[in-house]
């Protein structure tokens, strides 16, 4: 993932939650980034929440407040009693007008298809917002998972380099 601030927003909607059939991705609050920075906990969250990767976006956030405004960072949270349980985000894309998708769902968690499900609802309201063209991913080789995650999610494998592939879709659903 890229370290800077989101030139391209991901959508006017990005400030109010997204709801799917199982999730709630609730755009990342002031209080839950200096919990997570801070070590804190804040009630409601999954006991195994944050992960390292939930913490890097809060870092992430600290330096970067600027970031919260666009609402790209969004908190993944279970519908069925509301416990967060993963990180949805946006940073700058490959070129003008791309986004770049990471994500991450606690160990306790995984295997319930949330991280495919977060991935489909915000790649489907970013491809919307005025400005955004497409949307990337990388994902390591080593965790067919994710690999998984981005094709079920609708992107197409562009490339590897024998370590990483890199995924993308474009506002006509093609990939990029």
Same mark, same amino acid.
């Given at each position: 993932?890229?370290?800077?601030?989101? #030139?391209? #927003? /991901?959508?006017? =909607?990005?400030?109010? *939650?997204?709801?799917? *059939?199982?999730?709630?991705?609730?755009?990342?609050?002031?209080?839950?980034?200096?919990?997570?920075?801070?070590?804190?906990?804040?009630?409601?969250?999954?006991?195994?929440? /944050?992960?390292?990767?939930?913490?890097?976006?809060?870092?992430?956030?600290?330096?970067?407040?600027?970031?919260?405004?666009? &609402?790209?960072?969004?908190?993944?949270?279970?519908?069925?009693?509301?416990?967060?349980?993963?990180?949805?985000?946006?940073?700058?894309? /490959?070129?003008?007008?791309?986004?770049?998708?990471?994500?991450?769902?606690?160990?306790?968690?995984?295997?319930?298809?949330?991280?495919?499900?977060?991935?489909?609802?915000?790649?489907?309201?970013?491809?919307?917002?005025?400005?955004?063209?497409?949307?990337?991913?990388?994902?390591?080789?080593?965790?067919?998972?994710?690999? =998984?995650?981005?094709?079920?999610?609708?992107?197409?494998?562009?490339?590897?380099? &024998?370590?990483?592939?890199?995924? &993308?879709?474009?506002?006509?659903? #093609?990939? &990029?």
């Amino acid at each position: 993932m890229s370290s800077s601030s989101s #030139s391209a #927003s /991901p959508s006017a =909607r990005a400030t109010t *939650d997204l709801t799917t *059939d199982r999730l709630v991705l609730r755009v990342w609050t002031p209080a839950a980034v200096a919990a997570v920075h801070g070590e804190e906990r804040l009630p409601g969250w999954a006991d195994d929440f /944050p992960a390292e990767g939930d913490r890097v976006v809060a870092g992430f956030l600290t330096g970067h407040p600027e970031a919260l405004a666009g &609402g790209g960072h969004r908190l993944i949270a279970e519908r069925a009693g509301g416990a967060v349980v993963g990180s949805i985000g946006f940073f700058d894309g /490959p070129e003008p007008g791309t986004l770049e998708v990471g994500y991450g769902v606690v160990a306790s968690r995984r295997g319930l298809g949330y991280a495919t499900e977060a991935a489909r609802a915000v790649v489907a309201d970013a491809l919307c917002a005025p400005g955004v063209h497409g949307v990337y991913a990388h994902a390591d080789l080593v965790n067919p998972a994710s690999l =998984r995650v981005l094709e079920k999610a609708g992107l197409t494998r562009l490339s590897d380099d &024998g370590t990483t592939a890199r995924f &993308g879709v474009t506002a006509g659903g #093609s990939a &990029g």
